[in-house]
Nanobody
């Protein structure tokens, strides 16, 4: 069964960093594009980082230069490194596997002083 489990969220001060992990099971993540989405209270879910099945990556304008999506194929895990965090980054972050239309349960990121 296809499954994604996120971890690494938490409370961080503005300017701080977090690394989110998305552990995949039931499939090889090398075969599918992966994305990190976020949803803040009262807002629609939005794509913040994308990793193609090859080496292509793309980022939302708000994330570019601060966030990095990467893969560890040996661990079948996708990461989102988030630096220079801002209060507007506060949201629930979700991992998504495009080929399988599979979502993780989400992990809360709160950026506040």
């Amino acid at each position: 069964q296809v499954q994604l489990v996120e971890s690494g969220g938490g409370l961080v001060q503005p300017g701080g960093s977090l690394r989110l992990s998305c552990a995949a099971s039931g499939f090889n993540l090398q075969l599918t594009a992966m994305g990190w989405y976020r949803q803040a209270p009262g807002k629609q879910r939005e794509l913040v980082a994308y990793s193609g099945s090859g080496s292509v990556t793309n980022y939302a304008d708000s994330a570019k230069g601060r966030f990095t999506i990467s893969r560890d194929n040996a661990k079948n895990t996708v990461y989102l490194q988030m630096n220079s965090l801002k209060p507007e980054d506060t949201a629930v972050y979700y991992c998504y596997a495009n080929l399988y239309n599979a979502w993780g349960q989400g992990t809360q990121v709160t950026v506040s002083s």
